[in-house]
C-alpha cells in the first residue's frame, strides 16, 4: 500500500503561482512512477502531469499545462511536486497526486493504482 497526501493547494491571482506537494509513504517511493491529474466540479479528472520512477527522468504534460507548470520528485524526502506558473482562472480544480506501480508513465486514471484525497486550487481574476 501507499499513502499519499497533497498539500500546497490555496487562492492564487491569475498569473500567480503555487507549489503543490504530495508526501509519500509506505512503500520505495523510488519505484514508483508518478502522476497529477485535476478535477474541476462537473467534469472529469484529467491528467496533468507524469514523471517515470526515479532514475528514469522522462516526464509528460497535458497540452493544456505545458510550458507553465513543472513536475518532479524528491527520493530523499518522499516527495512529489507540482510548480505551478501563470496560472489560469481555467486551473481552477482540485488537485490529486496519483501513483502507479511499474515504470511506465501513464496519463489516465485508470492507469494509476493509488490516490491522495487532492488539494483545491483556486485562481481568481
Known amino acids: 500500500q501507499v499513502q499519499l497526501v497533497e498539500s500546497g493547494g490555496g487562492l492564487v491571482q491569475a498569473g500567480g503561482s503555487l507549489r503543490l506537494s504530495c508526501a509519500a509513504s509506505g512503500r520505495t517511493f523510488s519505484s514508483l512512477a508518478m502522476g497529477w491529474f485535476r478535477q474541476a466540479p462537473g467534469k472529469e479528472r484529467d491528467f496533468v502531469a507524469g514523471?517515470?520512477?526515479?532514475?528514469?527522468?522522462?516526464?509528460n504534460y497535458a497540452d493544456s499545462v505545458k510550458g507553465r507548470f513543472t513536475i518532479s520528485r524528491d527520493s530523499a524526502k518522499n516527495t512529489l511536486y507540482l510548480l505551478l506558473n501563470n496560472l489560469k482562472l481555467e486551473d481552477t480544480a482540485v488537485y490529486y497526486c496519483a501513483a502507479k506501480n511499474g515504470s511506465t508513465l501513464g496519463s489516465h486514471p485508470d492507469e494509476y493504482d493509488y490516490w491522495g484525497l487532492g488539494t483545491q486550487v483556486t485562481v481568481s481574476s
Open positions: 514523471i517515470s520512477r526515479s532514475g528514469g527522468g522522462v516526464t
